[in-house]
């Protein structure tokens, strides 16, 4: 009788959801969520990518985007997704895949709500490392 032993990949121990909220003084507020996937030194799956506008309805939008970081220490932007209105379940993105010739270090979510057309108050969420570039991190 044959023995199997499990263990865990680098790939299930250091993934995870980052999310976040956000208020302005004034009132409104905003939520995003993404599911991070590292699967290699130089390539992350972001899942369920969502982006909600909490009430009240101010009629200004929430808009947050995907931060990712080279191991040089350079941090770059994926394009903004926004959203408006006082939608229960927020709008979910869906999923993506980044994949880059430099190894990516950690990721993270940048999520601001509006003051005023041009104006908005932002915060980061928390920061994923890839357990391929950071084994003990």
């Known amino acids: 009788m044959k023995t199997r032993i499990l263990v865990a990949s680098p790939a299930q121990a250091r993934n995870g959801v980052s999310s976040g909220r ?26 369920k990518f969502k982006v909600r506008d909490l009430c009240p309805g101010d009629n200004l939008p929430v808009k947050a985007r995907i931060v990712y970081k080279h191991t040089t220490g350079t941090w770059l932007t994926l394009p903004w997704k926004d959203t408006n209105g006082c ?51």
């Not at 956000?22 to 899942?47: C, H, I, L």
């Not at 229960?88 to 993270?108: E, M, P, Q, V, Y």
């Open 22 to 47: 956000t208020e302005r003084p004034s009132g409104g507020n905003g939520y995003a969520q993404v599911t991070v996937d590292f699967v290699s030194r130089t390539k992350v799956v972001f899942r």
């Open 87 to 137: 939608a229960d379940k927020g709008t979910n993105f869906g999923n993506f895949t980044l994949s880059r010739s430099r190894s990516i270090s950690a990721a993270t979510l940048e999520l601001c709500v509006y003051n005023k057309k041009s104006d908005f108050h932002c915060v980061n969420t928390t920061i994923r490392y890839n357990q391929y570039v950071h084994p003990g991190h």
